[in-house]
């Protein structure tokens, strides 16, 4: 069964709040991440990203991270809200998944703040939830020219051959944790990597990745009315091994 327990930071400490108490104001940055039994992925970096946005928050993720269960799988999220209140969500996490179908956006580009993680929420899952209606799990942003830039909420990461890709920098988006620690894994290895801007189409034929901190590196299986994807028998599997062995106490 789903849970979820917010509470905001008041006086110094986490108070629990009924979700009808919470008034709606613009979340300035938000985080989430997965905690299985205690541990995360990279919580340093999750940290670092949110405290980036909310500079006077670090008793309040402090605090975050101390009420969070050292049992069980959770996805809490913090929040950072213009009118300077504080929230924590501990959220049950849903079962992670080993696959994604993606679906071009064909809209224009509903992020306001591309780099930050929060004030663009709820535009993203509009748009992912326009997509799954046709059937996919995740909707992919694109930019004027057509390049590929993100999906709503995942980070995408493609290997062409043994070299593994993604967007370049000046592709405005959220710093994923997730994607950096992999790429950063990938240089430890002395495997080759690669920014290239392109198009979906010129996707075809290599190995896509959607990746987030709730179900770490999924293969992309299909891409509705783009290209052809492939898959290496058994590296998926690697490197989702590899990520889990980097999980910390929280």
Not at 29 to 46: E, M, P, Q, R, Y
Not at 88 to 108: D, M
Not at 128 to 150: H, K, N
Request: glycine letters at 8%; a negative charge.
């Amino acid at each position: 069964m789903s849970v979820t327990a917010i509470s905001r930071w008041h006086d110094g400490a986490l108070h629990p709040v009924e979700h009808c108490d919470l008034t709606t104001t613009p979340i300035v940055v938000a985080d989430s991440w997965l905690v299985t039994d205690g541990s995360a992925l990279a919580i340093g970096l999750h940290r670092a990203r949110f405290l980036a946005s909310a500079p006077d928050a670090e008793r309040f993720w402090d605090a975050a991270i101390e009420a969070i269960p050292r049992a069980g799988s959770w996805f809490p999220r913090v929040e950072s809200h213009s009118d300077g209140r504080l929230v924590f969500r501990l959220r049950s996490a849903p079962e992670p998944k080993r696959a994604a179908v993606l679906a071009t956006w064909g809209g224009p580009d509903p992020r306001t703040v591309p780099s930050v993680k929060g004030p663009d929420l709820e535009a993203m899952l509009r748009i992912r939830t326009a997509v799954q209606a046709v059937g996919a799990d995740e909707a992919v942003i694109t930019s004027p020219e057509g390049y590929v830039i993100e999906g709503a909420y995942s980070a995408l990461l493609w290997w062409r051959g043994d070299i593994l890709c993604g967007p370049p920098e000046w592709l405005d988006r959220v710093d994923s944790v997730t994607a950096r620690s992999i790429l950063t894994l990938a240089a430890a290895l002395g495997r080759d990597t690669h920014e290239e801007a392109l198009t979906p189409a010129e996707l075809d034929g290599t190995e896509l990745w959607a990746v987030n901190a709730l179900h770490g590196a999924r293969i992309v299986t299909r891409w509705i009315d783009g290209p052809e994807l492939a898959e290496k028998p058994g590296r998926l599997e690697q490197w989702r091994t590899r990520l889990a062995a980097l999980r910390r106490p929280l």
